[in-house]
């Protein structure tokens, strides 16, 4: 396995494309089973999550052709209505075939996704949507065997705005007999995305950006002719702002939509980032000293859970407390430990972190459970001033941040995959504690 060997300190300056965002593109992808036919995407990133999502669409009988950010894929013909639990345990949002598969096959037999290291994620409001439509469910031998004779419109009010369920509802309801109405739906970006490419292929979808999302179903939907362009991952750009703010640096991100980076801009600002906006773009200019700030995670328009872990490592140096309270999953804290071995002082009660600023971080090995967890250990890494950051576990990373050694270096950082010597490492750390 991997690592990534960073020799922080060095204030990283320049521009960073971004690419297309993981969780658009992984719904998309399965959204085309609803339109037969060849699909053809762009700025779809080069992740090991859509990897995955397309080697799930293979399974179920449909081919790809990845061609660096352009895929094509065939929809024609689907030979298998399951997402294996082989698949299911390596994404979890693989649960994401069970609209489309209902769609298009009137059945779906999906591995049931389980805990993850962020919580426990349960489906049942994906369930309670598709129940709605007309959907019958069995759950057996860990899986999520589905039917429906025929989807028909309903409305369908959700507990919590969930991302992944909406987008489940979503793809069902565009074929479903009639009207469906989904209250209390996520209002993501990605959620518009998913609408606007559904749109391409001849939905009918009102309301997607609001929680009521509206939708007159119609009996086919066919493949645009145009390529669909998948919408630019704020994350991804999140996460290399604070790459500048952390270092002191100066960097832009370029290819990227401001207006849905605003949540974690209306930070950035408070903590003294100077900002600059322009269409497609976003420059950062770090201060010489970050103030505290306080961040509660919430379903968008709200600070994304997604940032939660970056923003920690970047007011882990901040002249002040900041309290940081995390709503949307109940074990999102998992940065916390390896961030301390940094130096960071963060005391953690419940979902309350506060951290209180320290004046430097140091180097050290790190490792973590989760894909944002990863990035904020970097980013971390990235401002230690004292000896080598090494960060292992990297397929958390590359799950998520395509060529993220590659963009780091091109902003000026001294960062560098190497394979791990584990039997090194280990006799060195026996040699430490003899
Ligand atoms: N929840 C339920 N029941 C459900 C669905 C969700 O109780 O049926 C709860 C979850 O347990 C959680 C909360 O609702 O506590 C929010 O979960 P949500 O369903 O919105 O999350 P998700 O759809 O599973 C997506 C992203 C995550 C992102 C969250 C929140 C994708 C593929 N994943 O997950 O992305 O953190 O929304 O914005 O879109 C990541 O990219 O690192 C990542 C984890």
């Known amino acids: ?18 690419g297309g965002a993981k969780n658009a593109a992984l719904p998309i992808l399965i959204a085309t089973l609803v339109a037969p036919g060849e699909h053809r995407l762009d700025n779809v990133p080069e992740l090991v999550d859509v990897s995955s999502m397309l080697s799930l669409l293979g399974r179920i009988g449909c081919p790809s052709l990845v061609h660096g950010d352009a895929v094509r894929l065939d929809t ?25 598969l209902l769609a298009r096959c009137g059945e779906a037999h999906v591995s049931l996704p389980g805990g993850c290291a962020i919580g426990v994620r349960p489906i049942d409001q994906h369930l309670k ?16 065997h589905a039917k429906v004779n025929k989807l028909v ?57 609001t929680s009521t999302l509206r939708v007159q179903g119609v009996t ?97 140096l901040a002249g002040g407390r900041s309290v940081f309270t995390e709503t949307i999953f109940e074990n999102r804290f998992m940065h916390v430990p390896e961030l301390m071995r940094l130096g960071a002082d963060v005391q953690v009660d419940g979902n309350r972190a506060v951290v209180t600023g320290v ?41 998520g941040y395509e060529r993220l050694v590659e963009k780091l270096t091109g902003l000026g950082a001294q960062v560098q995959r190497l394979p791990d010597d584990l039997r090194g490492r280990m006799l060195s750390e026996l040699a430490a504690t003899a």
């Open 1 to 18: 396995m991997d690592k990534i060997v960073i020799q922080g300190g060095v204030p990283l300056h320049g521009s960073v494309r971004i």
């Open 76 to 100: 024609s013909r689907v030979s298998f209505c399951e997402a294996p639990y082989d698949l299911v345990r390596k994404m979890r949002a693989s649960v994401l075939a069970l609209g489309p």
């Open 129 to 144: 949507g598709l129940e709605a439509l007309g959907c019958e469910f069995e759950l057996s031998g860990g899986y999520v």
């Open 153 to 209: 419109g309903n409305r369908v009010v959700l507990d919590f705005p969930t991302v992944t369920g909406t987008e489940n509802i979503l793809m069902a309801a565009v074929l479903a007999r009639g009207e469906s109405v989904i209250e209390n739906a996520a209002r993501e970006p990605e959620i518009v995305d998913l609408a606007s490419f559904l749109r391409s292929l001849g939905a009918r979808i009102e309301g997607d950006g």
């Open 220 to 316: 086919s939907l066919a493949p645009p002719e145009e390529t669909y362009s998948i919408v630019p991952d704020r994350i991804e750009a999140g996460t290399y702002l604070v790459a500048g703010a952390i270092t002191g640096g100066d960097v832009t991100c370029v290819g990227v939509r401001p207006r849905d980076l605003e949540p974690v801009l209306e930070k950035l600002r408070e903590a003294g980032c100077q900002l600059e906006l322009g269409t497609d773009r976003v420059r950062l200019i770090a201060p010489k000293q970050l103030k505290p700030v306080d961040i509660t995670t919430l379903p968008h328009p709200g600070f994304p859970t997604d940032m939660q872990a970056q923003l920690m490592a970047l007011l882990s």
């Open 359 to 399: 004046a430097s971080l140091k180097g050290a090995t790190v490792m973590a459970t989760d894909l944002r967890a990863s990035a904020s250990l970097v980013l971390a890494g990235l401002a230690a001033t004292e000896g080598p950051t090494e960060v292992l576990r990297l397929y958390h990373l590359d799950r």
